[in-house]
Every structure is written in structure tokens, then in C-alpha cells.
């Protein structure tokens, strides 16, 4: 549990979650610590409350009464899903082979791509190129790897360390190495494109890196439409968006995270991303 915003979590007691109508006790079979769980939990997430004590959590794979296992979250608050037991309004059944371990390390890193990849497939076609800013952390990984499984032919990834980035060519995508130059990176995210344009961005960095994508984009010529998707902002909170680049292009700026898609969308691709990981489509690197 967490007693206040920036404590450490320890181990302690806490009271049994409540019931309610429309929700149901499950037992925790493993839950991951994601970047929201933290941010969450210090206080400094969009959606965090101030509420303490808490017990930390955002999702889990969880064991009704009946032994199903379920997908679950959206516990009541102040309870999470670090715990024996966690009260859900939600639970989606396992699909058949589907890995515990695999599928609470992979639901919420990988579902903030999953959903404006398969967005732009519904609406425009598979993509032709996908450029990923920040392809080294577990949710940029994913991203290269949910990009594959959709068909998409072409994958760059930008982002730092060597050996890292390596991990990623590995995985199938085009790599840049960022140097925190913002002109120099312009110019070697320009030159990966080779003149075309992405037709989806998605960037877990903002921030400078941002103001680099931009500028590689502005430099391309050519009224290709570009969706530019905002996940992370590990680089920082702000990025400065050039006029002239939303007035010569075709370019759509928007989000992925909570509240940024129909609650109906989300629940409908959920259950086909657990049958993707239930398929073997996705390799995670989990450590239990």
C-alpha cells in the first residue's frame, strides 16, 4: 500500500474491498507495475486522485469464484490490484492458451497503440509506414511488434541507446538513434523517411524528440496525410507544434490514453488484443 503521494510502497494490512452492485471479488493472479501504476500512485498522473491510503494497481489477471481466469481492472478506489483480492466491475475471460504473466504485462502498454493502429485501419487502411518515437521502453516495443501483426510493412523507430535500439531492429523496425540535437535529429528522422511521409506517428517521447519529428515532417514535401498520435511524454510535458506545418499538410494531432476513445471501442479491441496475445502474435519480456 501506498499511505501518501511520493512514499514508498510496503506491505501492510488493509481492509477486504467492498462489493457493490454490478461488481464481483476476484483473487490476483498477477498484475504488472506499468509506468501509470507509479505515476498513479505518486500522484502525478492525469487521473490520479488524492486519496490515501491506497493500495496500488491499475489492472490484473485475476480468478473468479468459478476459476475462470478474466482480464480485470477499474477496481474501486482505494483499492487496487496489488492484493489477495480486488472487487471489479469487468472482467473479459482468457481466451484459451492465453498466459497470465503475458497478458498483465501486455493489456495496458500494449493496448495504447493497439488502439490508434487498429483506428487507422478501420478508417484509412493499413498503414504504409508507422514511425514510433520512443521504441526501446516496453510500450514502444510493443508498438513495433502490434504494427507487424497488423500488416504494416514498414516500422522506424527513433530513439536513444545503441544496444537498445538494436533490440528493436530485431523486432523488425528501422532504426534512429537520437542525439538531443533538435536540428540533427530533424535531419536523420528526415532522412530514414526518405521523402514519404508516415502516415501514423506514434510518439511515447513529446518533447524535444517531438519538435524533431516535426520539423522532418515540415521538411518533406508533398500533401501525404500524416495522423500524429500523442502516448508518452517521458521527454517531457511540452512540444512546440509549428504553424505553418498544420496549415501545409494534411495533419491530424490527437491522443492515446484514458478518456481519448469510446469506452465501447475500447472493450471491443481489448478482447481482440488478448486473442492476439493469446495467439503467440506478441513476444513479452516479463520478469515474475
Same mark, same amino acid.
Given at each position: 500500500?501506498? !499511505?501518501?503521494?511520493?512514499?514508498?510502497?510496503?506491505?501492510?494490512?488493509?481492509?477486504?474491498?467492498?462489493?457493490?452492485?454490478?461488481?464481483?471479488?476476484?483473487?490476483?493472479?498477477?498484475?504488472?507495475?506499468?509506468?501509470?501504476?507509479?505515476?498513479?500512485?505518486?500522484?502525478?498522473?492525469?487521473?490520479? !486522485?488524492?486519496?490515501?491510503?491506497?493500495?496500488?494497481?491499475?489492472?490484473?489477471?485475476?480468478?473468479?469464484?468459478?476459476?475462470?481466469?478474466?482480464?480485470?481492472?477499474?477496481?474501486?478506489?482505494?483499492?487496487?490490484?496489488?492484493?489477495?483480492?480486488?472487487?471489479?466491475?469487468? %472482467?473479459?475471460?482468457?481466451?484459451?492458451?492465453?498466459?497470465?504473466? !503475458?497478458?498483465?504485462?501486455?493489456?495496458?502498454?500494449?493496448?495504447?497503440?493497439?488502439?490508434?493502429?487498429?483506428?487507422?485501419?478501420?478508417?484509412?487502411?493499413?498503414?504504409? !509506414?508507422?514511425?514510433?518515437?520512443?521504441?526501446?521502453?516496453?510500450?514502444?516495443?510493443?508498438? =513495433?511488434?502490434?504494427?507487424?501483426?497488423?500488416?504494416?510493412?514498414?516500422?522506424?523507430?527513433?530513439?536513444?541507446?545503441?544496444?537498445?535500439?538494436?533490440?528493436? %531492429? @530485431?523486432?523488425?523496425?528501422?532504426?534512429?538513434?537520437?542525439?538531443?540535437?533538435?536540428?540533427?535529429?530533424?535531419?536523420?528522422?528526415?532522412?530514414?523517411?526518405?521523402?514519404?511521409?508516415?502516415?501514423?506517428?506514434?510518439?511515447?517521447?513529446?518533447?524535444?524528440?517531438?519538435?524533431?519529428?516535426?520539423?522532418?515532417?515540415?521538411?518533406?514535401?508533398?500533401?501525404?496525410?500524416?495522423?500524429?498520435?500523442?502516448? @508518452?511524454?517521458?521527454?517531457?510535458?511540452?512540444?512546440?507544434?509549428?504553424?505553418?506545418?498544420?496549415?501545409?499538410?494534411?495533419?491530424?494531432?490527437?491522443?492515446?490514453?484514458?478518456?481519448?476513445?469510446?469506452?465501447?471501442?475500447?472493450?471491443?479491441?481489448?478482447?481482440?488484443?488478448?486473442? =492476439?496475445?493469446?495467439?503467440?502474435?506478441?513476444? =513479452?519480456?516479463?520478469?515474475?
Amino acid at each position: 500500500m501506498v !499511505t501518501q503521494a511520493g512514499a514508498a510502497p510496503q506491505y501492510q494490512e488493509f481492509p477486504e474491498p467492498e462489493s457493490a452492485p454490478g461488481f464481483e471479488i476476484v483473487e490476483l493472479v498477477a498484475a504488472a507495475i506499468h509506468p501509470v501504476v507509479r505515476a498513479k500512485a505518486d500522484g502525478v498522473h492525469y487521473s490520479s !486522485t488524492d486519496q490515501y491510503p491506497m493500495v496500488p494497481g491499475v489492472d490484473a489477471v485475476a480468478r473468479k469464484a468459478d476459476g475462470t481466469l478474466v482480464y480485470t481492472g477499474e477496481t474501486r478506489l482505494p483499492w487496487g490490484t496489488f492484493a489477495k483480492r480486488m472487487a471489479v466491475p469487468m %472482467a473479459a475471460p482468457l481466451p484459451p492458451g492465453a498466459d497470465p504473466v !503475458t497478458v498483465a504485462a501486455a493489456m495496458n502498454p500494449g493496448m495504447s497503440s493497439w488502439m490508434p493502429l487498429t483506428a487507422h485501419v478501420d478508417e484509412r487502411g493499413v498503414p504504409g !509506414t508507422v514511425l514510433i518515437l520512443g521504441p526501446t521502453g516496453a510500450a514502444g516495443g510493443l508498438a =513495433v511488434q502490434n504494427a507487424r501483426a497488423l500488416g504494416v510493412q514498414r516500422t522506424i523507430g527513433v530513439g536513444r541507446g545503441a544496444a537498445d535500439l538494436a533490440r528493436v %531492429a @530485431g523486432i523488425g523496425a528501422e532504426t534512429v538513434e537520437l542525439t538531443g540535437d533538435k536540428a540533427q535529429d530533424a535531419k536523420a528522422i528526415a532522412a530514414a523517411l526518405d521523402g514519404r511521409s508516415p502516415e501514423l506517428v506514434l510518439d511515447y517521447l513529446w518533447g524535444t524528440p517531438a519538435e524533431s519529428a516535426f520539423e522532418a515532417l515540415h521538411s518533406i514535401p508533398g500533401a501525404a496525410p500524416t495522423n500524429y498520435v500523442e502516448i @508518452g511524454s517521458v521527454a517531457g510535458e511540452d512540444a512546440a507544434v509549428p504553424a505553418s506545418l498544420l496549415r501545409s499538410r494534411p495533419f491530424l494531432l490527437s491522443g492515446s490514453g484514458i478518456g481519448s476513445f469510446p469506452m465501447d471501442r475500447y472493450l471491443v479491441q481489448g478482447m481482440a488484443y488478448l486473442q =492476439v496475445l493469446a495467439d503467440g502474435k506478441i513476444t =513479452v519480456d516479463a520478469t515474475t
